[in-house]
């Protein structure tokens, strides 16, 4: 059955992107978008992305939730009608492959409304099979390399986002430091 929120591709069957990508990472839930720090973040990683024209966002899979780093997602990839601004990015997320978390995408994400959809890589399942920080770390390296990105984006972030900074030296890790 085809997916409604995005077209899934297997890891080992796609192609790199063409073009540049920005990796979002963040706290995956008690980010309140009405918290003034919060709103100069959000507006700052906006400016961020405007200026580095990306042609991807991509992002390690969390679910679509209101009070998580997810939600700013769509609202950067809205686009305008002015014909000389620059194509807006399309959106990667990188899931470990199993029914359960292509089922969570899909279940958590179809409400969005992302602009352009997503396009689902499903990574093969982790061989640890643990749900912890240094599993999602592994994926998120996964994601890294898949794309060549040399930049993350952190909308606040925990132990995985800081093993993910020291296992990964050649990317530029950028934080906003949000409350929750």
């Known amino acids: 059955m085809p997916s409604r929120c995005c077209s899934v591709v297997r890891l080992q069957s796609a192609a790199r992107p063409a073009g540049s990508t920005l990796h979002f990472k963040g706290f995956g839930?008690?980010?309140?978008?009405n918290h003034p720090a919060v709103k100069w973040a959000f507006h700052d990683v906006a400016k961020f992305v405007h200026t580095a024209e990306p042609t991807y966002l991509a992002f390690d899979g969390d679910p679509y939730r209101p009070d998580s780093f997810t939600a700013m997602l769509p609202g950067l990839l809205e686009g305008t009608v002015n014909p000389r601004d620059p194509p807006q990015p399309r959106l990667?997320?990188?899931k470990y492959d199993t029914e359960e978390n292509l089922a969570e995408?899909?279940?958590t994400w179809q409400a969005a409304a992302v602009p352009g959809g997503m396009r689902l890589l499903a990574v093969p399942e982790d061989p640890s099979g643990e749900d912890n920080p240094e599993s999602w770390a592994a994926l998120g390296g996964i994601a890294l390399r898949f794309t060549g990105a040399h930049t993350a984006l952190c909308f606040g972030g925990g132990d995985t986002i800081a093993l993910e900074v020291r296992s990964n030296p050649e990317v530029t890790f950028?934080?906003?430091p949000v409350p929750r």
């Open 29 to 33: 839930r008690g980010v309140d978008y």
């Open 92 to 94: 990667l997320v990188f």
């Open 105 to 107: 995408v899909e279940d």
């Open 174 to 176: 950028h934080v906003w």
